[in-house]
Nanobody, 114 residues
Framework: QVKLVESGGGLVQPGGSLRLSCAAS????????MAWYRQPTGKQRELVAS???????NYADSVKGRFTISRDNAKNTVYLQMNSLKPEDTAVYYC????????WGQGTQVTVSS
C-alpha cells in the first residue's frame, strides 16, 4: 500500500534552517509528482512546494527563495530544505502524492520560535 513517512521537523529559531524528508513506498516513485503541504493550527492545509517526476519544482509565493524541494529517485525520497525560517512557517508539514486520490503521511511538526 502507499506509504509516506515524514521526518526532520522540530523547534528552530527564526532565521534557522531545517530539512524535511519523506520516504515513499508502495508505488512507482519515479513517475509521480510529489508535494509538500503544511497546515498551521486552526487553518487550512496549503501547498508549499511540488516537484514533477522530471524534477521541475514549483513553490508557493510565501516560500520562494527560502525553501527548496528536491527528490532522490534512487532512495524514493523527497526533501524540503527550509532556510530563513519565520514564525509564520510554523505548521504541521505533510508529504503528498496523488495515486487515484491524494495520499498523505502522518506529518511532521515544524515550530519556529525564539
Amino acid at each position: 500500500q502507499v506509504k509516506l513517512v515524514e521526518s526532520g521537523g522540530g523547534l528552530v529559531q527564526p532565521g534557522g534552517s531545517l530539512r524535511l524528508s519523506c520516504a515513499a513506498s508502495g508505488f512507482i516513485f519515479t513517475v509521480n509528482n510529489m508535494a509538500w503541504y503544511r497546515q498551521p493550527t486552526g487553518k487550512q492545509r496549503e501547498l508549499v512546494a511540488s516537484i514533477s517526476s522530471g524534477g521541475r519544482p514549483n513553490y508557493a509565493d510565501s516560500v520562494k527563495g527560502r525553501f527548496t524541494i528536491s527528490r532522490d529517485n534512487a532512495k524514493n525520497t523527497v526533501y524540503l530544505q527550509m532556510n530563513s525560517l519565520k514564525p509564520e512557517d510554523t505548521a504541521v508539514y505533510y508529504c503528498n502524492v496523488k495515486i487515484t486520490y491524494p495520499r498523505w503521511g502522518q506529518g511532521t511538526q515544524v515550530t519556529v520560535s525564539s
